[in-house]
């Protein structure tokens, strides 16, 4: 069964400084692995996804994650933070069963960006 | 394209009652899925509609139900109301092109307080 693991439900940066959310993928087959970001109040957005072609993906708002299927990994970076990027993101898998769009999900990353 | 619709947006219900949520996917549509946001649990799979017909469902007591129109409008039903059904329920809905590599995009939600 596919799971993701996010290690740090919050994460604290200044701005300027660098953005790293981890995520940990455990599946029994290739992996489809997204980054959602959800702000207040509001849905889930997505940021980038990962579906077996280019290993580093590139996405909405400056933010990338790159896919390391030796360390089982699928972490998202942002070189500069902005305050607008305080928000809380989860990792998701897709759960590849037969016909199925399910998605299962991190337990989520809490984004605090400080002036 | 308008998005995904969430109605209502907020309820406030006691237990034992029940409730029924509605969901209008973005024109072309025709995948939706519901998911449950708490605190405690995060972001779980309830179940997943497709043509009127429910493709997958998650480890949800029978209370929860749901049903697809052949607009693709799906509505999801919660009946005798416990404590902990209190959440934020997103309804998600999807291209059909590729299954499992498919964006899902997201509704705001209807936020449930059950008291």
């Known amino acids: 069964a596919q799971s993701v693991t996010q290690l740090g439900s919050h994460v604290s940066v200044s701005e300027g400084a660098l953005v790293l959310l981890r995520c940990n993928y455990s599946s029994s087959v290739p992996p489809y692995l997204f980054w959602y970001v959800q702000y207040p109040n509001q849905g889930l957005q997505l940021l980038l996804k990962?579906?077996?072609?280019?290993?580093l993906v590139k996405g909405i708002n400056g933010f990338e994650a790159e896919f390391k299927k030796s360390e089982t990994s699928f972490h998202l970076t942002k070189p500069s933070a902005h305050m607008s990027d305080a928000a809380e993101y989860f990792c998701?898998?897709?759960?590849?069963?037969?016909?199925?769009?399910?998605?299962?999900f991190g337990t989520g990353t809490r984004l605090q960006v400080f002036p | 394209k308008a998005g995904v619709t969430q109605t209502p947006r907020y309820l406030i219900k006691t237990r034992g009652q029940q409730v029924t949520l509605s969901c209008s996917p973005i024109?072309?549509?025709?995948?939706v899925s519901w998911y449950q946001q708490t605190p405690g649990q995060g972001l779980q799979f309830l179940f997943e509609?497709?043509?009127?017909?429910?493709?997958n469902k998650g480890n949800f007591p029978g209370r929860f139900s749901g049903r697809q129109f052949s607009n693709s409008r799906s509505e999801m039903n919660v009946s005798t109301l416990e404590l902990g059904d209190s959440a934020l329920y997103l309804c998600?809905?999807?291209?059909?092109?590729?299954?499992?590599?498919?964006?899902?995009?997201f509704g705001p939600g209807t936020r449930l307080t059950v008291l």
């Open positions: 990962y579906t077996s072609a280019a290993t």
């Open positions: 998701a898998v897709s759960d590849r069963a037969y016909n199925t769009d399910k998605l299962i």
């Open positions: 024109s072309g549509h025709r995948s």
């Open positions: 509609y497709f043509s009127e017909t429910q493709r």
């Open positions: 998600a809905s999807s291209p059909t092109d590729r299954v499992g590599v498919n964006e899902q995009f």
